[in-house]
């Protein structure tokens, strides 16, 4: 989805949208709230198709390091590149979110691949174990969680599910500070109207981390694409 008033020559800066389960890349385009949010503002909005499960019609992302098929971080670095060569795109203003599972891809994408992007926005996912034992192995993230408080389809502790477990959101967040080197306990808490936030950003070494928790359940609550491009847009490097 491209900004309307693109003069198809400036770089743009660019969201990598993950889908929910069962749903497609297609149907991120008919947010209203991304098209506002970023289409509108000037970003470029990718959508891949999560792989199609065997025997059935059902797109998903297994977001799991030891999960066969397709590597969903190989293949969103494959599409990254291709857009690449068809668009001019701001290399330091390229970020990645998600929700649901696709929030847990967002996950994926930070622990093993930060490196490509400016910043990480996870909504109502976590990072699915296996984790990593001490800390991400792509270095610093700037990575900010929403989640719903009563969240009964990814709960904070996560739930098991056949011979997986989507994860434990507070390990998730545990290994990140580990791997930003932030303190235990946030530098700032925030509470609004909406949203209720836990910040570390001030005590991490080259990454941040928020965490935003909010009364819903599972879902895309209102108001959480202005906070994800508030969180993009602070980690911009100021230009020299």
């Known amino acids: 989805m491209f900004p309307q008033d693109w003069d198809g020559a400036a770089p743009l800066p660019a969201v990598v949208f993950f889908h929910g389960h069962n749903s497609s890349g297609a149907s991120v385009f ?10 509108d ?49 701001d290399a330091d203003r390229l970020y990645v979110s998600g929700f649901s599972a696709g929030g847990s891809m967002a996950w994926m994408m930070a622990c093993y691949a930060s490196e490509r992007f400016a910043g990480f926005v996870s909504v109502a996912g976590a ?18 969680q929403i989640h719903g408080f009563a969240d009964a389809q990814v709960p904070f502790e996560g739930r098991a599910i056949r011979d997986w477990h989507q994860g434990d959101l507070f390990e998730s967040l545990g290994l990140m500070r580990a791997t930003n080197k932030c303190r235990s ?18 005590s991490c070494e080259g990454g941040a981390l928020k965490m935003c928790i909010h009364d819903g359940g599972h879902g895309l609550p209102k ?11 602070k980690g911009v490097a100021p230009a020299k």
């Not at 008919?30 to 289409?39: D, E, K, M, P």
């Not at 990072?127 to 900010?144: E, F, I």
């Not at 946030?186 to 909406?194: A, F, K, Q, S, Y």
Request: net charge neutral; with cysteine; hydrophobic share 40%.
């Open 185 to 202: 306990n946030p530098d700032h808490i925030e509470i609004g109207e909406v949203f209720r936030c836990r910040d570390w950003g001030d």
């Open 41 to 89: 503002q000037g970003y470029l909005i990718i959508a891949p198709n999560g792989a199609m499960r065997p025997g059935s019609t059902t797109r998903a992302w297994p977001a799991r390091p030891s999960e066969g098929g397709r590597d969903d971080v190989a293949f969103t670095l494959r599409v990254m590149d291709d857009v690449a060569g068809r668009v001019p795109l």
């Open 223 to 233: 108001g959480w694409t202005d906070l994800a491009k508030d969180w993009f847009e």
């Open 30 to 39: 008919r947010a209203g709230s991304l098209r506002a949010s970023f289409a």
């Open 127 to 144: 990072l699915r174990r296996p984790v990593p034992d001490q800390a991400c192995p792509s270095g610093p993230v700037r990575l900010l």
